[in-house]
């Protein structure tokens, strides 16, 4: 089933993601994600990129967005996915 709200509406991001990661920084499942989808991904200057933002990733060709949503509920994330032109920005959610 195709989700018709949220990141999933869109199509470019259904595109599908192999990846594997051991102790991942945000950047770095950033940049898988814009080589999946061609789509402009950026984060907030307050999403650091010093932290791992998990032990480890394995994804086998999941949607695009539901890795973008998993990395926005990260621990060291604790964010949220905003429209950013004709892309998507990576903010906070306010916690610091």
């Given at each position: 089933m195709?989700?018709?709200t949220?990141?999933?509406a869109d199509?470019?991001?259904?595109?599908k993601v192999?990846?594997n990661?051991?102790?991942?920084l945000?950047?770095?499942?950033?940049d898988?994600?814009?080589?999946?989808?061609?789509?402009?991904?950026?984060?907030?200057?307050d999403i650091?990129?010093?932290?791992?933002?998990?032990?480890?990733?394995?994804?086998?060709?999941?949607?695009?967005w539901?890795?973008?949503?998993?990395l926005?509920a990260?621990?060291y994330?604790?964010?949220?996915?905003?429209t950013?032109?004709?892309?998507?920005?990576l903010?906070?959610?306010?916690?610091?």
């Amino acid at each position: 089933m195709t989700p018709t709200t949220g990141l999933g509406a869109d199509p470019r991001l259904r595109a599908k993601v192999k990846a594997n990661f051991a102790s991942p920084l945000a950047e770095q499942v950033l940049d898988v994600l814009r080589k999946a989808t061609g789509v402009t991904l950026t984060r907030a200057d307050d999403i650091q990129n010093k932290y791992y933002v998990a032990g480890s990733y394995s994804f086998n060709g999941h949607p695009a967005w539901q890795v973008m949503e998993m990395l926005a509920a990260s621990k060291y994330v604790q964010g949220k996915w905003e429209t950013d032109g004709d892309g998507y920005r990576l903010v906070r959610n306010g916690n610091p």
